[in-house]
């Protein structure tokens, strides 16, 4: 298997709290490495809280069947919204999720843009995520909590 090949599959394992992307939209893979007898990936987790991790390596190891691959997440690296593809980010923005903004303090609603918001509920549908009102278009959206 090419190093491609192995980006292709991934991307059809998702954070279950992110079930709209997968880990490769998320930009959650730093390093695939493929030798003769191994394939060794590396992730970047997203939310540390969030106990998502076993359930992701797991979807790597099958989504590589029948090779067998070693997952680790390198737990020193720090996830960023901006590691989110653009693909991932419209994605998103079509899914009616606001992005996770590195400035928490304002909060854009994804249907109308507006700053205008403010938050209702620390817990949305997940843990990650957070319930937020918008005053514009006077509808609840979510919001990922920022890192
Ligand atoms: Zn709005």
New binding site residues.
């Given amino acids: 298997m090419t190093r491609d090949q192995v980006l292709d599959r991934l991307k059809s394992v998702h954070d279950p709290e992110i079930p709209d992307l997968s880990i490769v939209e998320m930009g959650m893979v730093m390093a695939v490495s493929v030798t003769d007898d191994a394939i060794r990936v590396t992730l970047r987790p997203t939310y540390i809280g969030c106990p998502a991790l076993d359930w992701i390596r797991i979807g790597v190891e099958n989504a590589l069947k029948p090779a067998a691959a070693s997952v680790q997440f390198d737990m020193g690296a720090i996830w960023s919204a901006s590691d989110i593809t653009p693909e991932g980010k419209a994605k998103l923005q079509a899914f009616g999720i606001a992005p996770p903004q590195l400035d928490s303090q304002q909060v854009r ?6 700053e ?2 403010r938050r209702t509920s620390q817990f949305g549908s997940t843990l990650c995520r957070s319930m937020y009102y ?6 609840p ?1 979510e919001a990922w909590k920022t890192v």
């Avoid at 609603?109 to 507006?114: E, I």
């Avoid at 918008?134 to 509808?139: L, M, R």
Wanted: with cysteine; charged share 15%; net charge negative.
């Fill in positions: 609603c994804p249907q109308c843009g507006s205008n918001t918008c005053e514009h278009c006077q509808e959206f």
